[in-house]
């Protein structure tokens, strides 16, 4: 059958700036641009720094969601400086005129996540809670699971009528 699941999709900003309520758990996302397996500029500091900026501007002019957008922004081993000590200069810069309260055209508050959690857009993602009986998937899924892991899915079907079953 050869499925491939659902294809990869980019989440853009707009969708990594709001908290995400998932089985009565918040789960924040970090911007893709700092995803240094999937973009490999996310290793340069200055790049990191202009893209936080293009985002926030963006984020700026298009916001019209419930809620205040909230960016998780993680410092990493990569924005440090050789001796690994200090923050690049880069890095350091940028995180000082956040602590003043504009950045890229936009008016910003920093600090812990917990501090944000009442003003933050948040998300609740009902697809992902379990059913009624407290289960995730219903009995008929884990049939199916359990024939598709064994390969009985074939029983009863012959391939020379097109998938129709043999008699």
């Known amino acids: 059958m050869k499925l491939s699941g659902r294809p990869y999709r980019h989440m853009g900003v707009l969708g990594t700036s709001k908290l995400y309520d998932i089985r009565k758990t918040i789960f924040t996302f970090t911007p893709q641009f700092i995803d240094q397996q999937q973009f490999y500029l996310a290793l340069d500091n200055k790049m990191i720094v202009e893209m936080l900026r293009t985002d926030l501007s963006y984020l700026c002019s298009r916001w019209r969601m419930t809620g205040q957008p909230t960016i998780t922004f993680p410092i990493s081993n990569s924005m440090l400086d050789e001796d690994g000590t200090s923050l690049n200069s880069s890095i350091l810069a940028a995180l000082r005129k956040m602590q003043d309260g504009y950045f890229g055209g936009a008016r910003i508050q920093t600090g812990k996540l917990s501090e944000f959690l009442t003003t933050s857009?948040?998300?609740?993602?009902?697809?992902?809670?379990?059913?009624?009986?407290?289960?995730?998937y219903s009995?008929?899924?884990?049939?199916?699971?359990?024939e598709l892991v064994s390969g009985d899915w074939m029983n009863g079907y012959d391939s020379a009528s097109n998938g129709k079953e043999a008699s």
């Open 139 to 146: 009995e008929d899924y884990e049939d199916y699971d359990s």
């Open 121 to 136: 857009c948040r998300t609740h993602l009902s697809f992902m809670d379990p059913g009624p009986e407290g289960k995730l």
